[in-house]
């Protein structure tokens, strides 16, 4: 499915995860060109080699494919591509992608698109959700995964039946796919409420792609904004997409969301970003989609990213000032209250009084977060701060006086 930023710009919450042994990496080395320029947008979307290349959508022999993907589950499987911390080079989540194998060569794209044409889309996009819930069984601790739906589907029963007949969605992230009005009725969006309500986050995909994006971004305040490949190619080079970057950073970390980088494909890329304080990054220079959820980068390229991240300076982040704190739903033993859905809802004061909770993420900047903290209503703008991670776990609390002092210290007054 954050808040602040990392080092000295306002982007967005950090991630953890566990380690495990990770396939050889792809970023681009001396003397192997690198691999092939692909959107991870689009790996939804990917494809398996068969024979012939597939026919237009609309022609009636996509029935019979489809109606085999449906009902052979050796067609159509699911796949996970890491997503990664950019501080710590940790796993933080994955995204499942579909992997088609048909009488013809077609991307993941086409297959959708033919589902659409010939009215099988709720049914498969439903069968895709279904998998993505079951998944979690398999998740590492401290991770999450995303699953890509069409939002106006939302609105069908068979889709939204899969999500609501979940009493806990925690740890899933719906990954909106399309960047137009969610429905006209509010059907699909009071599924999304629901399934909010039942721990699911919610992510837009590819922003930065149009007006018709950033009207869908600020009518959802989505937990988690994925970054269009188009701003990621060549960032490295680029001052101008480096400079959106930080302005999606700073307008989603004020809407109290994570900002997500996909597409990451060469090591200046990934440096880049680690750079200019994005917390999670997803690409081949990051790790290839693979059948089984494998949980660790290379240590060499852990490595790498920590090192990078140190150079850039993590001496102004909100990680610094964290204090331990017991979270639960027990009054009278916690210091961080959670509600029904595992989410933070308040906090303890320095009185002991129960207040409102606001969280911040352990990457974000420090006079970022006092900024944001000076914005509360005055007789809240003193009350303790909760640092959580990208699945919303806490990671302890921060006071406003050690925030302030930090402050002080690092602009050397």
Same mark, same amino acid.
């Given at each position: 499915?954050?808040?602040?930023?990392?080092?000295?710009?306002?982007?967005?919450?950090?991630?953890?995860?566990?380690?495990?042994?990770?396939?050889?990496?792809?970023?681009?080395?001396?003397?192997?060109?690198?691999?092939?320029?692909?959107?991870?947008?689009?790996?939804?979307?990917?494809?398996?080699?068969?024979?012939?290349?597939?026919?237009?959508?609309?022609?009636?022999?996509?029935?019979?494919?489809?109606?085999?993907?449906?009902?052979?589950?050796?067609?159509?499987?699911?796949?996970?591509?890491?997503?990664?911390?950019?501080?710590?080079?940790?796993?933080?989540?994955?995204?499942?992608?579909?992997?088609?194998?048909?009488?013809?060569?077609?991307?993941?794209?086409?297959?959708?698109?033919?589902?659409?044409?010939?009215?099988?889309?709720?049914?498969?996009?439903?069968?895709?959700?279904?998998?993505?819930?079951?998944?979690?069984?398999?998740?590492?601790?401290?991770?999450?995964?995303?699953?890509?739906?069409?939002?106006?589907?939302?609105?069908?029963?068979?889709?939204?039946?899969?999500?609501?007949?979940?009493?806990?969605?925690?740890?899933?992230?719906?990954?909106?796919?399309?960047?137009?009005?969610?429905?006209?009725?509010?059907?699909?969006?009071?599924?999304?409420?629901?399934?909010?309500?039942?721990?699911? *986050? !919610?992510?837009?995909?590819? /922003? =930065?792609?149009?007006? +018709?994006?950033? #009207?869908? $971004? %600020? &009518?959802?305040?989505?937990?988690?904004?994925?970054?269009?490949?188009?701003?990621?190619?060549?960032?490295?080079?680029?001052?101008?997409?480096?400079?959106?970057?930080?302005?999606?950073?700073?307008?989603?970390?004020?809407?109290?969301?994570?900002?997500?980088?996909?597409?990451?494909?060469?090591?200046?890329?990934?440096?880049?970003?680690?750079?200019?304080?994005?917390?999670?990054?997803?690409?081949?220079?990051?790790?290839?989609?693979?059948?089984?959820?494998?949980?660790?980068?290379?240590?060499?390229?852990?490595?790498?990213?920590?090192?990078?991240?140190?150079?850039?300076?993590?001496?102004?982040?909100?990680?610094? *000032? !964290?204090?331990?704190?017991? /979270? =639960?739903?027990?009054? +009278?033993?916690? #210091?961080? $209250? %959670? &509600?029904?859905?595992?989410?933070?809802?308040?906090?303890?004061?320095?009185?002991?009084?129960?207040?409102?909770?606001?969280?911040?993420?352990?990457?974000?900047?420090?006079?970022?977060?006092?900024?944001?903290?000076?914005?509360?209503?005055?007789?809240?703008?003193?009350?303790?701060?909760?640092?959580?991670?990208?699945?919303?776990?806490?990671?302890?609390?921060?006071?406003?006086?050690?925030?302030?002092?930090?402050?002080?210290?690092?602009?050397?007054?």
């Amino acid at each position: 499915m954050n808040h602040g930023s990392h080092g000295v710009k306002p982007l967005v919450r950090a991630a953890a995860g566990a380690a495990r042994p990770w396939p050889p990496r792809t970023v681009d080395l001396p003397g192997r060109p690198p691999p092939p320029r692909r959107s991870v947008c689009c790996e939804r979307r990917t494809v398996i080699d068969a024979e012939p290349t597939a026919p237009p959508v609309d022609d009636p022999r996509w029935q019979d494919a489809l109606g085999r993907a449906l009902d052979d589950p050796a067609a159509h499987v699911l796949h996970a591509q890491p997503i990664v911390e950019l501080t710590t080079g940790f796993v933080a989540g994955y995204e499942l992608l579909s992997r088609f194998d048909g009488p013809w060569r077609a991307t993941p794209d086409v297959w959708f698109a033919a589902a659409q044409r010939w009215g099988a889309n709720p049914r498969l996009q439903a069968r895709v959700l279904g998998k993505a819930v079951a998944a979690r069984a398999d998740l590492p601790p401290n991770a999450f995964l995303t699953v890509n739906v069409d939002p106006h589907l939302l609105a069908d029963d068979d889709v939204a039946s899969v999500l609501l007949e979940q009493g806990d969605l925690s740890r899933v992230v719906l990954e909106l796919t399309e960047h137009t009005r969610v429905d006209e009725g509010g059907r699909a969006l009071a599924v999304l409420d629901r399934v909010r309500s039942a721990g699911a *986050l !919610v992510a837009m995909d590819d /922003a =930065g792609t149009g007006y +018709a994006g950033l #009207e869908l $971004l %600020l &009518a959802l305040r989505p937990d988690i904004v994925k970054l269009d490949r188009a701003l990621i190619t060549g960032i490295d080079a680029d001052p101008v997409k480096r400079a959106l970057v930080e302005v999606f950073g700073d307008l989603v970390g004020r809407m109290d969301g994570w900002i997500l980088a996909e597409g990451v494909e060469t090591r200046g890329e990934l440096d880049a970003l680690i750079g200019l304080g994005v917390p999670l990054g997803q690409g081949w220079a990051l790790g290839r989609p693979q059948a089984r959820m494998l949980t660790a980068l290379p240590a060499e390229d852990a490595a790498h990213i920590r090192a990078t991240a140190s150079r850039v300076s993590l001496t102004g982040n909100v990680a610094s *000032l !964290v204090r331990p704190a017991h /979270a =639960g739903r027990d009054r +009278a033993t916690a #210091e961080v $209250l %959670l &509600a029904d859905n595992g989410q933070v809802a308040e906090v303890r004061d320095g009185s002991g009084r129960w207040v409102p909770a606001m969280t911040v993420a352990p990457s974000a900047s420090l006079a970022e977060v006092a900024r944001r903290a000076m914005l509360r209503p005055e007789p809240r703008r003193w009350d303790p701060l909760v640092c959580t991670d990208a699945n919303g776990s806490v990671v302890g609390t921060v006071a406003l006086d050690t925030l302030l002092l930090a402050l002080c210290d690092s602009s050397g007054t």
